[in-house]
């Protein structure tokens, strides 16, 4: 069965020139996709043209007359721009012509819309954005949320356990993946009141064999790959995400300057490119791009809006995988089951 | 004049056969120095002797029969182990024998024993901890809370960014130091209400020209170097601090074994040491060891606990700049000037 995915084609730092490469790309590399290109239909009609793709039989194009830009503002993203490509492709999601969709755009718009065009599942009282990082054993680390929700309940951190565990089951096929609690300190008196009642909810669905909840975790083992999932509220998320995203920069230009010192570092580097490749590749962030919008009525990716074709195409993989792998389906199965009350449907007190 | 720094000898993961190395070195590069080794007496005569410094007219020694061990709870700390090297040392500072302590104890229990034996600065609800990272500017940036206060409210964080700024002012000699709040965003519709409100308040402190607040931050920027300072509480500052942390690990393990991997990336390795050394030295821990109690009546400062001498050095030069920077006197003048009412003492609702 083919699994088609809508892509925002205009969304990102780059647009087209970016998102129409990694489709063409991705859509050669897997028989069983098709994707919808949502946008201008004359600039992405050009670059598939520029591409030798525009009689591909597994792309189509929607036009979309408008796109939301970095610096729109949610009113302007909702009720302005109603014919954007962001949320002319999250449409053809709500109406069963695409099982994922991807874009680029704005995070915060990119909720926003697909909130209400979308609207939430059944039992989840707040979407979250989940991402994956390297760990020190070669494998992901799941981490929700990474800045939908700043101010966060115990209830919201619980459903964000039970989500991501449901995507981590379902992307990695682990049967029983292990959630960690985002926490200063490993045992139960640390942290805040909200962090201390999160761990006595996921205890008790631990107890009863519902969920596989390890405990407390520290920053460092989002690394170490303690667990295949590390709950926190988005607050904490996005300023850590940001900080390991800022230190990886940094990290990188130092290498880069010291190798390129002098013709001696020089040539070293040269010799030992090999190497060097293999520790960009190993940390290349690109692998990783694709965070999931996770507890909407469909799914939703969001891709980095600085990544190029490479990264892109990630992200449109992590879409088509998680399509496949019916993550909605299992996440409506699990959150029926483990939602003991569901409070009434609420606003979020803010998203960034 | 001298300076009296006193050093808890039997802190941290190694005790004495670090922080003797590292304070024969120190009080030899360091004429203006004078330190107290606290500690078993016969344990510290013996490493002084091992490295024939037991004659150094400037090193002295302060019997201490107990120490405070990384899995003693705060009451252990506190109400049993009272002739603790620890707490001794900090006695020291209480009694105006010493200016300063260094200790690379469990930092829930040289916090509370600090905040116990030298109590809390007047005008201050709760001492934090600030501790320095590297950035792209070759500076540094200090960061704080790490760690003290899970819970806070924005005059809370407002305080951190007094004592911050005064420290950075001493410490680095910059007039007026930069000030940014830790955020999900830049813009000052984003965040929870804590961050907005401390917002505003730091931003009327700034219009008087009170303090240099630079706006929001994000994780990112403590990289860039965007500001001198970073406020946040310590539930984010700690989680955050770790996760870098382990990054760094994680990265150096990448490095480390890609170089190893083969003959020609080993001889890659070789020719290119240079920029490896350098790799190394920009990025070591070591230079920014040394976390500021912030906020008490007399300074602590936190090594980290698996710190080696080279490294614990650089704790006991961070307490040494300190107090030759009369950084206690600059942190009363000021808290007494910007502090506009001050909430009745309170017991902080958690520490890590």
Redesign the interface.
């Known amino acids: 069965m083919t699994i088609k995915i809508s892509i925002d084609c205009m969304g990102g730092d780059h647009g087209p020139s970016v998102t129409i490469p990694a489709a063409i790309s991705f859509v050669n590399s897997e028989p069983g996709a098709e994707l919808i290109l949502v946008g201008m239909e004359d600039v992405i009609r050009a670059e598939l043209k520029k591409h030798k793709a525009d009689a591909h039989p597994r792309l189509s194009i929607v036009h979309a007359s408008e796109q939301i830009t970095m610096d729109d503002t949610l009113e302007v993203a909702l009720r302005r721009k109603k014919d954007s490509s962001m949320r002319v492709a999250i449409e053809l999601v709500k109406d069963a012509k695409a099982q994922a969709s991807v874009s680029a755009g704005n995070t915060a718009a990119l909720m926003a819309v697909s909130r209400y065009v979308l609207k939430t599942m059944a039992g989840v009282d707040r979407p979250a954005i989940c991402s994956i990082l ?3 054993k070669d494998g992901p680390t799941y981490m929700l949320d990474l ?1 939908a929700n ?2 966060c309940e115990p209830h919201h951190l619980h459903q964000f356990a039970i989500m991501g565990s449901v995507l981590v089951a379902a992307m990695e096929g682990i049967a029983r993946p292990t959630i960690g609690l ?4 490993t045992e139960d ?5 909200v962090v201390k009642q999160t761990a006595k909810l996921l205890q008790a669905d631990h107890e009863r064999g519902a969920l596989n909840f390890f405990g407390n975790v ?7 790959g303690t667990t295949d999932i590390v709950v ?1 509220d ?3 998320g ?14 990188k ?3 880069f300057s ?2 390129k ?2 013709p ?2 020089m ?10 490749r ?2 960009a590749k ?2 290349n962030p690109s692998r990783y791009n694709g965070a999931s919008l996770l507890g909407l009525r469909g799914l939703v990716i969001k891709s980095h809006g600085g990544a190029d074709a490479y990264s892109y195409e990630w992200a449109i993989r992590r879409a088509f995988e998680a399509a496949k792998n019916d993550v909605q389906a299992h996440l409506s199965t699990m959150i029926a089951e483990l939602m003991p009350r569901v409070p009434a449907q609420e606003e979020p ?2 998203t ?1």
Not at 245 to 251: I, K, P, S, V
Not at 267 to 276: C, D, F, Q, V
């Open positions: 390297p760990n020190q800045g700043v101010d985002l926490n200063v300190g008196i640390k942290g805040n009141d520290e920053g460092n083992d989002i690394f170490k926190c988005g607050f904490v996005n300023v850590t995400l940001k900080a390991i995203e800022g230190m990886a920069r940094f990290f230009g130092v290498v010291e190798f010192r002098n001696l570092t040539l070293g580097a040269l010799i030992g490119r090999g190497a060097l293999a520790i190993r940390l007190s803010s960034i």
